[in-house]
């Protein structure tokens, strides 16, 4: 008895499913539905939107499955699938409550125009059918759940690969996964957006690896366009993060545990404070850019304890420097990636090199040996400096030493100079103090025409390339300081007569 009375309950369920299902079928039946739903979206967004098919689903969960959809004039988003699953009961009464939308396969071209406020000139589907559309109105009440399944963001002729799961509070949508793929770069963010008065999303984002390169251009990417841009009343979206990688690549440079606070308002990107590890040294600074056709950036840079030996190696100049480099500076540029804007930066700042080696600075005690003989029991001139200071600018290409000081064991040299950074071709004025020790190692007349204090001074020019640095005397400055300096010496003899 109990068996058939539960097999009757069973058939009385399925009776009813059915029963159900045929008139969810029915009542979605025909193009009413899609044009309905054609007609909302378009709006609502503000562009039009063509659906190529709408129909019901019941299993597993019930609700409408959306084919084929594209919104703008030149199909700006490509959606391939939506799938929109709600109660049944709800379903049957023209509402989707306690919704989950997933978008999978689609394809978004970025920027495109956003909605102005208000919405009263959007346009809206095509068709004859509008008065049939209204009279099929669906209602969303409320949506539990919105996921993106291989969803590609387009722009500025990179792409972005996107998967997310979202639940909708109100006006606040709580981000609980987000995985971005783009070239080198694969992130996973959670957080929450607010979509109303404005877009306001505040996110944690990880990466075991960035191409902060690929970072802006996302940034550009969710900029709109300026023909686009909503109403000065409209305040622009604004999305700020705290972005950390293990590693990553800015402008072409290796860096490693990259870390800062991301924030992205309209058109303008803000990355401050902004640290990593780099050439075996850290960095700290800041950067503001404007994105648009170019990045504009101002830099702020401290940088501290760099390998300088792997800095002249990335610079195309291996083998020609070492020591340990910290430094600060401002800087400016523009550029149409990180790479460009690195390349037209300008600016100004400070240098500091301890305990380095630069190649060939045995030339120093070179001059010394060709105006007089050292003494044969002396060490041997080296390439090494224990510091170098510098102030420094830089534009159009041309880095230039303002002031330049550096001291070592053979010589001091002060002076000033420029490096063209594409050719890297020096041309320097310097004045070299040669050591008490070499000094005493000169011919007399040098010492006699060269000699200030205990050490003889030598101007001398700077010139050939990083790699093949070319430093001579400069014969007719040294002459005119001889001069100078054996008038002075005849002179003080002179008075010092008089005095007797």
């Not at 109660?87 to 306690?98: F, K, T």
């Not at 009279?135 to 969803?151: G, H, Q, Y």
């Not at 850019?289 to 101002?298: E, I, K």
């Not at 060939?360 to 510091?387: E, I, N, T, W, Y």
């Amino acid at each position: 008895m109990l068996k058939r009375l539960l097999v009757a309950v069973l058939l009385l369920v399925a009776v009813a499913a059915l029963a159900a299902t045929a008139l969810a079928y029915w009542l979605f039946a025909g193009d009413g539905v899609r044009q309905a739903l054609e007609q909302q979206a378009s709006t609502w967004l503000g562009q039009p939107v063509q659906i190529a098919s709408a129909r019901v689903a019941i299993l597993p969960r019930p609700g409408l499955r959306l084919s084929d959809v594209k919104v703008g004039g030149a199909a700006s988003l490509s959606l391939s699938a939506i799938d929109i699953a709600t109660d049944l009961g709800a379903l049957l009464r023209r509402r989707i409550e306690n919704a989950r939308i997933e978008i999978s396969s689609s394809r978004l071209e970025l920027p495109i125009a956003l909605p102005t406020s208000g919405g009263g000139g959007a346009p809206t589907a095509s068709g004859d059918a509008t008065s049939d559309a209204s009279a099929s109105v669906i209602e969303v009440a409320s949506i539990s759940e919105i996921a993106l399944r291989d969803v590609t963001l387009a722009s500025h002729g990179r792409e972005i690969t996107v998967s997310a799961s979202a639940g909708l509070d109100g006006n606040r949508l709580i981000v609980r996964r987000f995985t971005a793929t783009s070239g080198l770069t694969t992130l996973d963010a959670l957080g929450e957006v607010d979509l109303a008065p404005r877009v306001d999303a505040r996110l944690k984002v990880a990466a075991n690896r960035l191409d902060v390169d690929e970072l802006l251009a996302l940034a550009a990417a969710f900029s709109p366009a300026a023909a686009a841009r909503p109403a000065a009343s409209t305040p622009p979206p604004r999305v700020a993060a705290r972005v950390s990688a293990e590693s990553a690549t800015a402008g072409g440079v290796e860096i490693r545990q990259f870390a800062t606070d991301f924030e992205l308002n309209g058109d303008a990107v803000a990355l401050s404070p902004l640290t990593f590890q780099l050439f075996g040294g850290r960095y700290q600074g800041s950067m503001n850019a404007t994105m648009g056709r170019t990045l504009s950036a101002s830099i702020r840079s401290r940088i501290m304890d760099l390998d300088v030996a792997q800095l002249a190696a990335f610079g195309g100049a291996e083998g020609t420097m070492t020591g340990r480099l910290t430094g600060a500076g401002t800087f400016k540029g523009s550029g149409a990636d990180m790479a460009g804007l690195l390349a037209s930066v300008e600016g100004s700042g400070t240098a500091e090199i301890v305990k380095g080696t630069i190649a060939r600075l045995g030339l120093v005690r070179a001059v010394v040996v060709f105006f007089g003989k050292p003494d044969p029991g002396a060490p041997a001139a080296s390439d090494a400096f224990d510091r170098m200071d510098i102030s420094f600018s830089m534009a159009n290409g041309v880095a230039r030493a303002d002031a330049f000081a550096m001291r070592s064991q053979d010589a001091d040299v002060v002076g000033s100079g420029r490096l063209e950074t594409s050719s890297k071709s020096l041309d320097g004025q310097l004045d070299l103090s040669l050591s008490e020790q070499l000094s005493a190692q000169a011919g007399t007349d040098l010492r006699r025409y060269t000699r200030e204090g205990n050490r003889i001074v030598l101007p001398a020019r700077l010139a050939g390339t990083l790699e093949q640095p070319a430093l001579r005397i400069d014969a007719a400055a040294a002459v005119t300081r001889g001069l100078r300096n054996e008038l002075d010496r005849r002179l003080g003899g002179l008075l010092d007569r008089f005095k007797q």
